[in-house]
Protein backbone atom coordinates (compact mmCIF):
# COMPACT_ATOMS: atom_id res chain seq x y z
CA UNK A 1 0.00 0.00 0.00
CA UNK A 2 2.96 2.20 0.98
CA UNK A 3 4.15 1.60 -2.40
CA UNK A 4 1.46 2.54 -4.15
CA UNK A 5 0.99 5.87 -2.53
CA UNK A 6 4.74 6.58 -3.62
CA UNK A 7 4.30 5.86 -7.09
CA UNK A 8 0.67 7.73 -6.89
CA UNK A 9 2.44 10.51 -5.34
CA UNK A 10 5.49 10.20 -7.97
CA UNK A 11 3.27 10.61 -10.72
CA UNK A 12 1.64 13.48 -9.74
CA UNK A 13 5.37 15.52 -9.15
CA UNK A 14 5.97 14.62 -12.65
CA UNK A 15 2.61 16.03 -14.06
CA UNK A 16 2.47 19.17 -11.82
CA UNK A 17 6.48 19.51 -13.45
CA UNK A 18 5.47 20.25 -17.64
CA UNK A 19 4.16 22.96 -18.02
CA UNK A 20 1.99 24.24 -21.07
CA UNK A 21 4.23 26.30 -23.67
CA UNK A 22 2.57 30.11 -23.23
CA UNK A 23 0.38 31.53 -25.57
CA UNK A 24 2.03 33.13 -28.47
CA UNK A 25 1.99 36.79 -28.19
CA UNK A 26 -0.38 38.75 -30.17
CA UNK A 27 2.08 41.43 -32.00
CA UNK A 28 0.75 44.47 -33.22
CA UNK A 29 1.66 45.72 -36.97
CA UNK A 30 0.96 48.32 -39.03
CA UNK A 31 -1.22 47.31 -42.50
CA UNK A 32 -2.92 48.99 -44.99
CA UNK A 33 -6.12 47.93 -47.17
CA UNK A 34 -4.86 47.62 -51.09
CA UNK A 35 -6.94 49.08 -53.74
CA UNK A 36 -6.35 48.54 -57.47
CA UNK A 37 -4.99 51.49 -59.57
CA UNK A 38 -6.36 51.76 -62.55
CA UNK A 39 -4.11 55.07 -63.78
CA UNK A 40 -0.94 55.93 -63.96
CA UNK A 41 0.24 59.26 -62.12
CA UNK A 42 2.80 60.49 -65.26
CA UNK A 43 3.65 63.67 -62.65
CA UNK A 44 2.75 67.25 -61.19
CA UNK A 45 4.05 70.08 -62.83
CA UNK A 46 3.67 73.75 -62.13
CA UNK A 47 2.56 76.66 -64.00
CA UNK A 48 0.43 79.69 -64.37
CA UNK A 49 -2.40 80.70 -66.55
CA UNK A 50 -1.75 82.93 -68.73
CA UNK A 51 -3.83 84.79 -72.27
CA UNK A 52 -3.87 82.69 -75.06
CA UNK A 53 -3.71 86.31 -76.84
CA UNK A 54 -1.02 88.32 -76.17
CA UNK A 55 0.42 91.55 -78.38
CA UNK A 56 3.49 93.67 -77.42
CA UNK A 57 2.89 97.03 -78.39
CA UNK A 58 4.76 100.54 -79.40
CA UNK A 59 4.55 103.77 -80.45
CA UNK A 60 4.29 104.16 -84.27
CA UNK A 61 6.73 107.14 -84.11
CA UNK A 62 10.26 107.74 -81.51
CA UNK A 63 10.47 110.63 -79.14
CA UNK A 64 10.70 110.43 -75.31
CA UNK A 65 8.18 108.74 -73.04
CA UNK A 66 6.31 111.85 -71.16
CA UNK A 67 3.44 109.62 -69.19
CA UNK A 68 2.01 106.48 -68.71
CA UNK A 69 -1.50 106.15 -68.16
CA UNK A 70 -1.98 102.55 -66.62
CA UNK A 71 -0.34 100.45 -64.66
CA UNK A 72 0.28 96.64 -64.89
CA UNK A 73 -2.76 94.79 -64.38
CA UNK A 74 -4.92 97.20 -65.33
CA UNK A 75 -8.31 96.35 -67.11
CA UNK A 76 -8.58 98.85 -70.47
CA UNK A 77 -11.44 98.89 -72.83
CA UNK A 78 -10.88 99.52 -76.63
CA UNK A 79 -9.61 102.48 -77.28
CA UNK A 80 -8.10 103.73 -73.72
CA UNK A 81 -4.94 105.99 -73.66
CA UNK A 82 -2.06 104.17 -72.31
CA UNK A 83 0.83 106.22 -72.57
CA UNK A 84 2.01 109.71 -74.59
CA UNK A 85 5.03 111.37 -76.06
CA UNK A 86 6.03 114.79 -76.07
CA UNK A 87 4.24 115.80 -78.83
CA UNK A 88 7.15 118.87 -79.60
CA UNK A 89 8.67 117.51 -82.39
CA UNK A 90 4.93 116.40 -83.99
CA UNK A 91 3.63 119.84 -83.44
CA UNK A 92 6.58 121.89 -85.35
CA UNK A 93 6.41 119.20 -88.24
CA UNK A 94 2.39 119.94 -88.51
CA UNK A 95 2.46 123.91 -88.54
CA UNK A 96 5.78 123.23 -90.82
CA UNK A 97 3.74 121.43 -92.98
CA UNK A 98 0.58 123.56 -92.81
CA UNK A 99 2.89 126.56 -93.71
CA UNK A 100 4.46 124.70 -97.08
CA UNK A 101 0.81 124.17 -97.71
CA UNK A 102 -0.36 127.62 -97.50
CA UNK A 103 2.67 128.38 -99.86
CA UNK A 104 1.47 126.07 -102.65
CA UNK A 105 -2.15 126.62 -102.55
CA UNK A 106 -1.22 130.35 -102.97
CA UNK A 107 1.02 128.98 -106.34
CA UNK A 108 -1.67 126.85 -107.60
CA UNK A 109 -4.20 129.92 -107.30
CA UNK A 110 -1.61 131.78 -109.32
CA UNK A 111 -1.23 129.46 -111.55
CA UNK A 112 -4.71 128.94 -112.62
CA UNK A 113 -5.05 132.95 -112.71
CA UNK A 114 -2.14 132.63 -115.13
CA UNK A 115 -3.60 129.73 -117.38
CA UNK A 116 -7.01 131.26 -117.69
CA UNK A 117 -5.32 134.64 -118.77
CA UNK A 118 -3.60 132.66 -121.70
CA UNK A 119 -6.49 130.78 -122.48
CA UNK A 120 -8.44 133.99 -122.76
CA UNK A 121 -5.69 135.48 -124.97
CA UNK A 122 -5.37 132.64 -126.79
CA UNK A 123 -8.78 132.82 -127.72
CA UNK A 124 -8.65 136.11 -129.17
CA UNK A 125 -6.16 135.34 -131.35
CA UNK A 126 -3.84 137.69 -129.96
CA UNK A 127 -2.49 134.99 -127.28
CA UNK A 128 0.62 132.59 -128.56
CA UNK A 129 0.43 128.38 -127.93
CA UNK A 130 3.36 128.20 -126.58
CA UNK A 131 2.62 131.17 -123.52
CA UNK A 132 -1.01 129.10 -123.50
CA UNK A 133 0.65 125.56 -123.25
CA UNK A 134 3.43 126.87 -120.43
CA UNK A 135 0.58 128.37 -118.22
CA UNK A 136 -1.50 124.97 -117.98
CA UNK A 137 2.16 122.98 -117.63
CA UNK A 138 2.82 125.13 -114.34
CA UNK A 139 -0.46 124.81 -113.44
CA UNK A 140 -0.40 120.95 -113.78
CA UNK A 141 2.96 121.56 -111.94
CA UNK A 142 1.18 123.34 -109.08
CA UNK A 143 -1.36 121.50 -108.64
CA UNK A 144 0.55 118.38 -107.98
CA UNK A 145 3.17 119.83 -105.49
CA UNK A 146 -0.53 120.87 -103.99
CA UNK A 147 -1.91 117.63 -103.51
CA UNK A 148 1.91 116.91 -102.19
CA UNK A 149 1.36 119.43 -99.54
CA UNK A 150 -1.62 118.47 -98.48
CA UNK A 151 -0.38 114.59 -98.34
CA UNK A 152 2.26 116.15 -95.99
CA UNK A 153 0.10 117.79 -93.68
CA UNK A 154 -2.45 115.06 -93.23
CA UNK A 155 0.91 112.68 -92.62
CA UNK A 156 1.92 115.35 -90.02
CA UNK A 157 -1.59 115.10 -88.44
CA UNK A 158 -1.12 111.93 -87.78
CA UNK A 159 2.00 111.61 -86.68
CA UNK A 160 0.47 113.90 -84.24
CA UNK A 161 -2.24 111.48 -83.29
CA UNK A 162 0.65 108.82 -82.61
CA UNK A 163 2.62 110.15 -80.00
CA UNK A 164 -0.47 108.83 -77.94
CA UNK A 165 -0.58 105.53 -77.58
CA UNK A 166 -3.97 103.84 -77.35
CA UNK A 167 -5.68 99.91 -77.43
CA UNK A 168 -7.74 98.65 -80.20
CA UNK A 169 -8.83 95.32 -78.01
CA UNK A 170 -9.93 95.01 -74.74
CA UNK A 171 -7.19 93.91 -72.75
CA UNK A 172 -5.40 93.21 -69.47
CA UNK A 173 -1.87 95.67 -69.13
CA UNK A 174 0.31 92.22 -68.42
CA UNK A 175 4.03 94.38 -68.78
CA UNK A 176 5.46 97.83 -69.24
CA UNK A 177 9.26 97.76 -70.40
CA UNK A 178 9.88 101.56 -70.90
CA UNK A 179 9.43 103.92 -68.10
CA UNK A 180 8.27 107.74 -68.10
CA UNK A 181 11.03 109.77 -69.23
CA UNK A 182 12.59 107.49 -71.71
CA UNK A 183 13.19 107.44 -75.38
CA UNK A 184 12.32 105.07 -77.92
CA UNK A 185 12.25 104.14 -81.46
CA UNK A 186 9.75 103.77 -83.85
CA UNK A 187 7.91 100.04 -83.05
CA UNK A 188 9.60 99.65 -79.98
CA UNK A 189 8.53 97.57 -77.76
CA UNK A 190 6.60 99.28 -75.11
CA UNK A 191 3.84 97.44 -73.10
CA UNK A 192 1.98 94.17 -73.28
CA UNK A 193 -1.63 93.40 -73.72
CA UNK A 194 -3.18 89.98 -72.87
CA UNK A 195 -6.31 89.26 -74.52
CA UNK A 196 -8.31 87.74 -71.13
CA UNK A 197 -11.73 85.76 -72.94
CA UNK A 198 -9.50 83.56 -73.99
CA UNK A 199 -7.00 81.90 -71.67
CA UNK A 200 -4.88 78.68 -71.31
CA UNK A 201 -2.60 76.81 -68.73
CA UNK A 202 1.17 76.68 -69.27
CA UNK A 203 3.72 74.34 -67.63
CA UNK A 204 7.50 73.40 -68.93
CA UNK A 205 7.47 69.10 -68.84
CA UNK A 206 11.02 67.50 -69.13
CA UNK A 207 12.01 67.16 -72.80
CA UNK A 208 12.79 63.04 -72.08
CA UNK A 209 9.14 62.96 -70.73
CA UNK A 210 7.64 64.76 -73.79
CA UNK A 211 8.66 62.13 -76.10
CA UNK A 212 7.09 59.77 -73.91
CA UNK A 213 3.36 61.04 -73.56
CA UNK A 214 0.85 58.33 -74.52
CA UNK A 215 -2.14 59.08 -76.66
CA UNK A 216 -5.09 59.22 -73.87
CA UNK A 217 -2.74 61.57 -71.20
CA UNK A 218 -4.99 63.59 -69.31
CA UNK A 219 -3.74 66.91 -67.98
CA UNK A 220 -5.65 67.83 -64.68
CA UNK A 221 -5.29 71.21 -63.88
CA UNK A 222 -6.09 72.61 -60.10
CA UNK A 223 -5.50 75.98 -58.25
CA UNK A 224 -2.46 75.52 -56.09
CA UNK A 225 -4.52 78.10 -53.83
CA UNK A 226 -7.48 75.88 -54.19
CA UNK A 227 -6.66 72.77 -55.19
CA UNK A 228 -10.44 71.65 -55.15
CA UNK A 229 -11.34 74.18 -57.92
CA UNK A 230 -9.69 72.20 -60.89
CA UNK A 231 -10.24 71.01 -64.49
CA UNK A 232 -9.19 69.46 -67.42
CA UNK A 233 -7.23 70.38 -70.52
CA UNK A 234 -5.53 69.41 -73.97
CA UNK A 235 -2.46 69.90 -75.80
CA UNK A 236 -2.61 72.93 -77.60
CA UNK A 237 1.11 73.85 -78.19
CA UNK A 238 4.53 71.94 -77.42
CA UNK A 239 7.44 73.91 -78.21
CA UNK A 240 9.81 72.42 -80.66
CA UNK A 241 12.70 72.91 -79.05
CA UNK A 242 14.19 72.30 -75.43
CA UNK A 243 15.69 74.68 -73.18
CA UNK A 244 19.05 74.96 -73.18
CA UNK A 245 19.84 75.03 -69.58
CA UNK A 246 16.48 73.58 -68.29
CA UNK A 247 15.87 70.71 -70.78
CA UNK A 248 12.12 71.68 -70.39
CA UNK A 249 9.63 72.17 -72.96
CA UNK A 250 6.98 74.59 -72.71
CA UNK A 251 3.36 73.35 -72.92
CA UNK A 252 0.58 75.70 -73.92
CA UNK A 253 -2.51 73.48 -72.62
CA UNK A 254 -6.37 74.48 -73.56
CA UNK A 255 -8.93 74.78 -70.66
CA UNK A 256 -12.21 72.29 -70.81
CA UNK A 257 -13.74 75.00 -68.67
CA UNK A 258 -12.94 78.42 -66.91
CA UNK A 259 -13.30 78.60 -63.43
CA UNK A 260 -14.14 81.88 -62.49
CA UNK A 261 -10.99 81.45 -59.76
CA UNK A 262 -8.26 80.98 -63.03
CA UNK A 263 -7.45 84.98 -63.58
CA UNK A 264 -4.45 85.76 -65.48
CA UNK A 265 -1.32 84.71 -63.58
CA UNK A 266 -3.26 82.40 -61.16
CA UNK A 267 -0.45 79.74 -59.93
CA UNK A 268 -2.12 76.29 -60.68
CA UNK A 269 -0.62 72.41 -60.25
CA UNK A 270 -0.78 70.08 -63.46
CA UNK A 271 -1.02 66.25 -62.77
CA UNK A 272 -0.64 64.28 -66.04
CA UNK A 273 -2.12 60.82 -65.48
CA UNK A 274 -3.37 58.07 -68.10
CA UNK A 275 -5.02 55.19 -68.23
CA UNK A 276 -3.99 51.59 -67.55
CA UNK A 277 -4.82 47.96 -66.65
CA UNK A 278 -5.47 47.58 -62.87
CA UNK A 279 -2.78 46.51 -60.80
CA UNK A 280 -1.92 46.94 -57.05
CA UNK A 281 0.65 49.41 -55.65
CA UNK A 282 2.25 48.50 -52.64
CA UNK A 283 5.14 49.99 -50.11
CA UNK A 284 8.24 48.40 -50.25
CA UNK A 285 8.07 47.19 -46.84
CA UNK A 286 5.54 44.89 -47.36
CA UNK A 287 7.28 42.75 -49.73
CA UNK A 288 9.64 39.83 -48.06
CA UNK A 289 11.41 37.56 -50.07
CA UNK A 290 11.95 34.28 -48.94
CA UNK A 291 14.59 31.92 -51.20
CA UNK A 292 14.85 34.58 -53.78
CA UNK A 293 10.87 34.70 -54.08
CA UNK A 294 8.48 37.28 -52.76
CA UNK A 295 5.63 37.03 -50.89
CA UNK A 296 3.50 39.40 -48.30
CA UNK A 297 1.73 38.96 -45.27
CA UNK A 298 -2.14 39.18 -45.37
CA UNK A 299 -4.46 39.76 -42.35
CA UNK A 300 -7.63 37.24 -41.64
CA UNK A 301 -10.00 39.89 -40.74
CA UNK A 302 -12.25 36.90 -38.79
CA UNK A 303 -9.35 35.63 -37.03
CA UNK A 304 -6.54 38.35 -36.81
CA UNK A 305 -4.16 36.53 -37.80
CA UNK A 306 -1.63 36.39 -40.74
CA UNK A 307 -0.80 34.11 -43.48
CA UNK A 308 1.83 34.43 -46.31
CA UNK A 309 1.05 34.98 -50.02
CA UNK A 310 3.62 34.69 -53.11
CA UNK A 311 3.11 37.22 -55.12
CA UNK A 312 4.86 38.65 -58.75
CA UNK A 313 6.15 41.69 -59.03
CA UNK A 314 6.23 44.06 -62.16
CA UNK A 315 8.24 46.89 -61.10
CA UNK A 316 9.75 48.51 -57.87
CA UNK A 317 10.95 52.05 -56.81
CA UNK A 318 12.83 52.95 -54.08
CA UNK A 319 9.55 53.23 -51.74
CA UNK A 320 7.01 51.33 -53.60
CA UNK A 321 6.28 47.78 -55.65
CA UNK A 322 3.63 47.29 -58.53
CA UNK A 323 2.39 43.60 -57.79
CA UNK A 324 0.87 41.73 -61.19
CA UNK A 325 -1.17 38.99 -59.33
CA UNK A 326 -1.56 37.29 -55.64
CA UNK A 327 -3.41 40.24 -53.72
CA UNK A 328 -6.56 41.48 -54.78
CA UNK A 329 -8.93 44.88 -53.98
CA UNK A 330 -9.82 45.04 -50.44
CA UNK A 331 -7.08 42.61 -48.93
CA UNK A 332 -5.53 43.60 -45.94
CA UNK A 333 -1.63 43.82 -46.24
CA UNK A 334 1.01 43.92 -43.16
CA UNK A 335 3.32 46.73 -44.04
CA UNK A 336 6.11 46.64 -41.48
CA UNK A 337 7.87 44.05 -39.59
CA UNK A 338 7.44 41.04 -41.98
CA UNK A 339 10.27 39.33 -41.23
CA UNK A 340 8.96 38.52 -37.96
CA UNK A 341 5.77 37.02 -38.34
CA UNK A 342 4.83 33.63 -38.41
CA UNK A 343 2.05 31.76 -40.24
CA UNK A 344 -1.22 31.77 -38.60
CA UNK A 345 0.22 34.73 -35.96
CA UNK A 346 -2.38 36.68 -34.52
CA UNK A 347 -1.40 40.13 -34.59
CA UNK A 348 -3.39 43.76 -33.84
CA UNK A 349 -4.10 45.54 -36.71
CA UNK A 350 -2.73 49.73 -35.96
CA UNK A 351 -5.73 51.68 -35.46
CA UNK A 352 -4.21 54.59 -37.85
CA UNK A 353 -3.74 52.25 -40.51
CA UNK A 354 -7.02 50.17 -40.24
CA UNK A 355 -8.88 52.32 -43.33
Not at 66 to 88: H, M, Q
Not at 257 to 271: C, D, H, K
Not at 293 to 308: A, E, F, G, L, Y
Amino acid sequence: MKRLLLVFAGLMLVACSKKEPPPEPVRPVLSIKVQALGEENLGRFAGNIQARYESNVGFRVPGRIASRAVDVGAEVEKGALLASLDPTDQQNQLRSAEGDLASVQAQFINAQATARRQQDLFDRGVGSQAQLDAAQTDLKTTQASLDQARAAVNQARDQLNYVELRTDHKAVVTAWNAEAGQTVTAGQQVVTLAQPDIKEAVIDLPDTLIDQLPKDVVFQVASQLNPQITTTATVREIEPQAESTTRTRRARLTLTETPTAFRLGTAISVTLSSTVKPRIELPLTALQEVEGKPRIWVVDPQTQTVSPRDVSVISRTDNSVVLAYGVKNGDRIVTAGVNSLKPGQKVKVDEDSAQ
